[in-house]
């Protein structure tokens, strides 16, 4: 089968660049509940994905990772109701009110559990497999040991972030608004993509932005796995995501374009790496956690 390898577009015009460039699936967020995406589109506009995605012939997964309240469950409901409709191939979530509402609407076949940092072991991720979950999202402060040894025991798909800065930290709150305010600055930070934050007792620049879901903190490094993709497969794992923050449309394609070359050529995977450690100094790309247990890392 081909590996599917899922990145969301920064606008609609992207998607065929990205199908061209050898992407398999889009990820899109939703104005109804944004979380931290690339893009927000409306009901109208995923209407449209939804038809160009069939035509190119590929999936359409929606981002429905926020956090929800009481209040927002009937309101919720009704949004899976319309996501189901257009009919699209996959919803992403980390809070299990959408399982609980989606179950009323019977479409948690759909769901594609992404906690973050929660999945680490086998049991737990076949756990929420047998639910009737479609995937899980492996978490990626776990090591290749661990993600081979995981997808290699489990009934059912897992996918793997390969690539980009990976999630840190989410907040509701307008972190940096606020903070603008208590210093009594007027520098702009919503949607300023350009900010970072850096640890006294390390040199990391962590990127941190503020957006209409609240504030979001990345890692200060960039993940690259190109070595790691034969294990990957040969390990049972088959749906690869890209984070596509902080990347312009050309750097995407060039990076989808890369991986597709490895799965075909494993042996490529050194000498890619090398390259992009060489000459991507400002993204400091490294391998994560993929050989340094978490505990050490941080």
Do not use: W
């Not at 038809?51 to 590929?58: C, D, I």
């Not at 940092?117 to 047998?130: F, S």
């Not at 040894?149 to 608004?177: C, F, N, P, Y």
């Not at 009594?184 to 006294?200: A, F």
């Amino acid at each position: 089968m081909k590996e599917n390898i899922i990145v969301s577009p920064y606008i609609l015009a992207d998607i065929k660049k990205l199908n061209e460039a050898g992407a398999t699936s889009i990820l899109v967020g939703i104005d109804a509940f944004p979380f931290a995406s690339t893009i927000y589109v409306s009901h109208d506009e995923l209407q449209e994905v939804r038809r160009l995605t069939k035509a190119l012939g590929m999936n359409l997964y929606v981002n429905v990772n926020a956090f929800f309240m009481e209040c927002d469950l009937d309101r919720l409901l009704e949004e899976l109701a319309f996501i189901k409709e257009v009919d699209v191939d996959g919803i992403y979530f980390t809070d299990l009110a959408v399982y609980t509402q989606a179950s009323k609407l019977d479409m948690t076949d759909l769901l594609i559990y992404n906690p973050d940092t929660l999945l680490t072991n086998h049991l737990d991720v076949q756990e929420y497999l047998n639910l009737g979950l479609q995937m899980c999202t492996l978490a990626s402060e776990i090591t290749l040991e661990d993600i081979v040894s995981i997808a290699s025991k489990v009934q059912g798909r897992v996918e793997v972030i390969i690539h980009g800065r990976l999630s840190m930290m989410h907040s509701k709150r307008t972190l940096l608004t606020n903070y603008m305010k208590f210093i009594d600055s007027e520098h702009k930070v919503y949607e300023n993509k350009d900010l970072y934050l850096i640890e006294e007792k390390r040199d990391d620049h962590m990127p941190i932005f503020e957006d209409v879901s609240g504030t979001h903190m990345y890692t200060g490094f960039t993940l690259a796995s190109f070595e790691e993709m034969e294990d990957f497969v040969g390990a049972g794992v088959h749906d690869f995501r890209i984070e596509s923050m902080f990347y312009t449309i050309e750097e995407l394609c060039r990076i989808i374009k890369d991986y597709r070359y490895v799965l075909e050529h494993p042996e490529s995977g050194r000498a890619l790496y090398q390259e992009y450690e060489r000459n991507q100094k400002d993204r400091n790309i490294t391998k994560g956690f993929l050989y340094t247990k978490t505990g050490a890392k941080k």
